[in-house]
């Protein structure tokens, strides 16, 4: 940790954790199924590429990083939705949803960095 101590790390996460998960209920609210998990996840993805590129000291890394965009990206939400899918519906299906997700996930944390990285 820093100098600031783990204490304000942890505050620092809890206060970007509580943002990104209502962000992410919002989202859930606004659109429904499995297009609200594409969305949250390759956005929170973004984000977190730019976050990693950009030269924030380390209660903000871990506020937007660690925090928000943990809490707003779905991991459990998404396995959950691929098994679902594969065990109600075509296995094709749940196979595709779940290699975009992954594909769109990994592709924007590339050009949230590679943003930054142009703009820095």
Known sequence: MTATGPLVGALAVGLG???????????????????????????????????????????VALTLGVGFCGAFTTFSSFAVEAVTTAESDDRN????FAFGV?????????VGSAVVVAIT
């Not at 499995?34 to 209660?59: C, E, H, I, Q």
């Open 17 to 59: 954790g509580a943002a990104g998960a209502t962000c992410r209920h919002l989202i859930g609210l606004a659109i429904s199924g499995r297009r609200s998990l594409v969305a949250v996840n390759t956005l929170g993805s973004l984000a977190l590429g730019a976050v990693l590129a950009a030269p924030f000291d380390s209660v």
């Open 93 to 96: 299906v749940a196979i595709g």
């Open 102 to 110: 992954l594909l769109a996930a990994i592709g924007a944390v590339l």
